[in-house]
Nanobody, 124 residues
Framework: VQLQASGGGLVQAGESLRLSCTTS????????MGWFRQAPGTEREFLAH???????YYADSVKDRFTISRDNAKNTVYLQMNSLKSEDTAVYYC???????????????????WGQGTQVTVSS
């Protein structure tokens, strides 16, 4: 599965962005899809994931501002980010993982496929 993340850019604090993650090849419908981010000098941070059914889970740090969604027909997963803050500045990655009941999808090691990342910069 090849993932392509897009939609990043430079915005001011308080503004919104919507990131997209698309795939070529296999359909995303059978995968758990996650979004992570990584700022310079930090570890990759879990943000949200969604299962094929549309169920979602969020990190506490973003659950009131970010929304993950998926369009299985378009093989696309989105991350809507509202009320952006300077501390949201990072490279954002989408990732895909096969579903196993016992897996922890908050952990980056669970994911088998990664997109190349898209830079989000929030100026204060």
């Amino acid at each position: 599965v090849q993932l392509q993340a897009s939609g990043g850019g430079l915005v001011q604090a308080g503004e919104s962005l919507r990131l997209s993650c698309t795939t070529s090849g296999r359909t995303l419908s059978s995968y758990v899809m996650g979004w992570f981010r990584q700022a310079p000098g930090t570890e990759r941070e879990f943000l949200a994931h969604t299962q094929w059914s549309g169920s979602t889970y969020y990190a506490d740090s973003v659950k009131d501002r970010f929304t993950i969604s998926r369009d299985n027909a378009k093989n696309t997963v989105y991350l809507q980010m509202n009320s952006l803050k300077s501390e949201d500045t990072a490279v954002y990655y989408c990732a895909a993982a096969h579903y196993y009941k016992s897996s922890d999808y908050r952990t980056s090691a669970t994911y088998e496929h990664w997109g190349q990342g898209t830079q989000v910069t929030v100026s204060s």
